[in-house]
């Protein structure tokens, strides 16, 4: 597996890279590539962070696996590659958006455009194989993207962590809440809608980082 990262991700993340772990993990994962298709193609694999270094990390946002569909993941958490049918919970995203900031559903669910102005778009886990959801769960991604998470809260400048349903919200013990803002809520998956919908994160997101001194993020598209 290729470790593509910026400079300053690198730098931040090399404990964890040069652990025993995290060779298991590369192991594991080119291991599970021979065997047959694992999503994202390896070079997505490290695309929350190649769209978002460390230095420009405005908004970090928690996910979980990435989809297991063909042709969906491309290493951005709840993003599609172009072209790509929306799945329910970025749908529900989008509606929230719109009834939030008033901004009008993409035609399309990729969600760079907000990982180049500063929102890291992070997976808990970072590869998946091919139609089995959390297959690569608990084979060392955590520990990793845990350093990620503790890496943003290290930063003297101010971030806000957005994070949706129960097993993000686990994270907020990584983050040093005097500094940066956190914004928790409802999964938006269809399971836990009734519960997002009327949440208002975006808008709540915008006045946590103007609280901290950071301008506002532009959510449009």
């Known amino acids: 597996m290729t470790i593509d990262l910026p400079d300053d991700w690198r730098a931040a993340l090399a404990p964890a890279l040069k652990s025993e772990g995290f060779a298991a993990l590369v192991r594991f994962v080119d291991d599970e590539r021979a065997r047959g298709p694992v999503f994202p193609a390896e070079g997505d694999v490290w695309r ?75 997976n ?42 129960n097993h993000a919200q686990k994270k907020a013990a990584l983050v040093d809440a005097r500094r940066h803002g956190v914004v928790l809520g409802a999964h938006p998956s269809p399971l836990s809608v009734a519960k997002f919908r009327g949440s208002r994160p975006f808008s709540a997101i915008n006045r946590a980082l103007q609280e901290r001194g950071v301008d506002p993020l532009d959510w449009r598209f």
Do not use: I, M
């Open 48 to 122: 929350a962070f190649a769209l978002t270094p460390l230095s420009a990390v405005k908004v970090v946002l928690v996910g979980q696996d990435p989809y297991h569909g063909d042709g969906q993941a491309h290493g951005l958490c709840f993003s599609v590659r172009p072209g790509t049918k929306k799945p329910p919970s970025l749908k529900n995203v989008f509606a929230e958006l719109k009834r939030d900031l008033d901004v009008y559903e993409p035609a399309e669910g990729d969600l760079t455009g907000w990982a180049r102005r500063g929102v890291l778009l992070l």
């Open 124 to 165: 808990t886990v970072l590869t998946v194989r091919a139609h089995e959801a959390h297959s690569h769960k608990g084979r060392g991604w955590e520990e990793l993207t845990d350093a990620a998470l503790r890496a943003v809260s290290a930063r003297e400048r101010p971030a806000v962590f957005c994070l949706w349903g």
